[in-house]
């Protein structure tokens, strides 16, 4: 049975991200999955917890952002973890784990750590970091996994053994069209319902959806999740009688509320002009079958041209909204949760152990 050190930057969570989803579907395995505690939590002082038969957690004391200005203060804090990591793998008698880590940070580990190989995922562009953290972990990985072509090309110069692996969905989950009634009814609701899900970043471009909600009166907009502080367009939304800010809510919860909207509804954040990372909403929503409408920037290459309807303005998201609405879904509702089913996590897990196999690291 294969040993895995992971090194999260999530918490595990009843909504697992993108690292607990593909680390935890390994077979034959046994891992320490580490995370980085919110600040101001004293849940790196707890036991580890058990999770699965497998998977045991650990919360590690968070290191404070400031700390980068100071460069003796955020190596102290790195060799820190490095003890605290040592010392769970060593009581629970690990030899030779395989080292999973998934931020530039965790280089600063890697000579304090040991372990028989080495994965770096790369899933986002980490921007106020120093490139060169990035490059050396790159560089000493068995194995890169790039959630983008572009995030791959970025690292290719730092390593040549990189593998292309997308976002994934919870394919069983969103593609349950029983769902679709089990959420209660909006008092008053009149005319289609187009409804987003994510957290409500302060960096998310929310102006297309105003813009919308203003021109359309009879339509209703549903957004799900949690607002983060700082937006500007939660307190202006609220004004308008035919928007619904429900808040967070359970995962298991979502794709019920989906499966009552009429077209869903892909937003961007500001700094993400460049990216062409697919999110893992957009393979929930495509899990669903329902039309979605997504913003795009300016010169952006639409990523599913045949099942998602892209608008480059307001003016546009509208006009396609429109359109979503008039579609036949009969045979492209179909096709849309194709592109789901073939972004199931299970089926990303399994690309990731069939190339560690590869490499023989599993």
Same mark, same amino acid.
Request: proline share 9%; net charge positive; charged share 20%.
């Given at each position: 049975m294969?040993?895995?050190?992971?090194?999260?930057?999530?918490?595990?969570?009843?909504? !697992? +991200?993108?690292? *607990?989803? /593909?680390?935890?579907?390994?077979?034959?395995t046994?891992? $320490?999955?580490?995370?980085?505690? &919110? =600040?101001?939590?004293?849940?790196?002082?707890r036991?580890?917890?058990?999770?699965?038969?497998?998977?045991?957690?650990?919360?590690?004391?968070?290191?404070?952002?400031?700390?980068?200005?100071?460069?003796?203060?955020?190596?102290?804090?790195?060799?820190?973890?490095?003890?605290?990591?040592?010392?769970?793998v060593?009581?629970?008698?690990?030899?030779?784990?395989l080292?999973?880590?998934s931020?530039?940070?965790h280089?600063?580990?890697?000579?304090?750590?040991?372990?028989?190989?080495?994965?770096?995922?790369?899933?986002?562009?980490?921007?106020?970091?120093?490139?060169?953290?990035e490059?050396?972990?790159?560089?000493?990985?068995?194995?890169?996994?790039?959630?983008? !072509? +572009?995030?791959? *090309?970025? /690292?290719?110069?730092?390593?040549?053994?990189?593998?292309? $692996?997308?976002?994934?969905?919870? &394919? =069983?989950?969103?593609?349950?069209?029983?769902?679709?009634?089990?959420q209660p009814?909006?008092?008053?609701?009149r005319?289609?319902?187009l409804?987003?899900?994510?957290?409500?970043?302060?960096?998310?471009?929310?102006?297309?959806?105003?813009?919308?909600?203003?021109?359309?009166?009879?339509?209703?907009?549903?957004?799900?999740?949690?607002?983060?502080?700082?937006?500007?367009?939660?307190?202006?939304?609220?004004?308008?009688?035919?928007?619904?800010?429900?808040g967070?809510?359970?995962?298991?919860?979502?794709?019920?509320y989906?499966?009552?909207?009429?077209?869903?509804?892909?937003?961007?954040?500001?700094?993400?002009?460049?990216s062409?990372?697919?999110?893992?909403?957009?393979?929930?929503?495509?899990s669903?079958?329902?039309?979605?409408?997504?913003?795009?920037?300016?010169?952006?290459?639409?990523?599913f =041209?045949?099942?998602?309807?892209?608008?480059?303005?307001?003016?546009?998201?509208?006009?396609?909204c429109?359109?979503?609405?008039?579609?036949?879904?009969?045979?492209?509702?179909?096709?849309?949760?194709?592109?789901?089913?073939?972004?199931?996590?299970?089926?990303?897990?399994?690309?990731?152990?069939?190339?560690?196999?590869?490499?023989?690291?599993?």
């Amino acid at each position: 049975m294969k040993e895995i050190v992971c090194l999260s930057n999530e918490p595990w969570s009843t909504a !697992p +991200g993108r690292t *607990q989803q /593909l680390v935890s579907r390994l077979r034959d395995t046994r891992v $320490l999955y580490f995370y980085p505690a &919110f =600040p101001q939590s004293l849940d790196w002082r707890r036991p580890g917890r058990k999770v699965r038969p497998n998977v045991t957690v650990f919360a590690l004391p968070p290191v404070p952002e400031w700390t980068l200005r100071f460069p003796h203060l955020f190596l102290f804090a790195q060799h820190r973890l490095a003890r605290l990591i040592s010392g769970q793998v060593q009581r629970r008698r690990f030899r030779a784990p395989l080292l999973w880590t998934s931020h530039p940070a965790h280089v600063h580990l890697l000579d304090q750590l040991e372990y028989d190989g080495l994965v770096y995922d790369c899933d986002r562009e980490w921007g106020r970091l120093p490139s060169r953290w990035e490059g050396a972990l790159a560089h000493a990985a068995d194995v890169v996994f790039a959630a983008s !072509p +572009g995030l791959r *090309q970025r /690292l290719s110069p730092c390593s040549e053994n990189i593998a292309l $692996l997308p976002n994934g969905v919870s &394919f =069983p989950l969103f593609s349950r069209g029983d769902l679709g009634g089990t959420q209660p009814l909006f008092p008053g609701l009149r005319g289609p319902l187009l409804g987003w899900a994510g957290t409500l970043h302060a960096d998310l471009d929310l102006s297309p959806l105003l813009y919308a909600a203003r021109s359309c009166p009879d339509w209703t907009f549903l957004l799900l999740g949690r607002q983060e502080e700082g937006s500007p367009w939660p307190d202006r939304l609220r004004r308008l009688p035919n928007v619904i800010l429900r808040g967070p809510c359970p995962l298991l919860d979502v794709p019920g509320y989906l499966y009552r909207c009429d077209v869903l509804l892909n937003f961007l954040r500001a700094p993400q002009d460049h990216s062409d990372i697919v999110p893992v909403r957009l393979y929930e929503y495509l899990s669903t079958g329902k039309p979605v409408v997504s913003m795009l920037w300016p010169g952006q290459v639409e990523q599913f =041209p045949d099942v998602v309807y892209g608008a480059y303005s307001p003016e546009e998201l509208v006009g396609m909204c429109v359109q979503a609405l008039r579609e036949d879904r009969d045979w492209v509702a179909g096709r849309r949760r194709d592109y789901g089913r073939a972004a199931a996590w299970s089926a990303r897990s399994g690309e990731v152990a069939r190339i560690l196999e590869t490499a023989g690291l599993l």
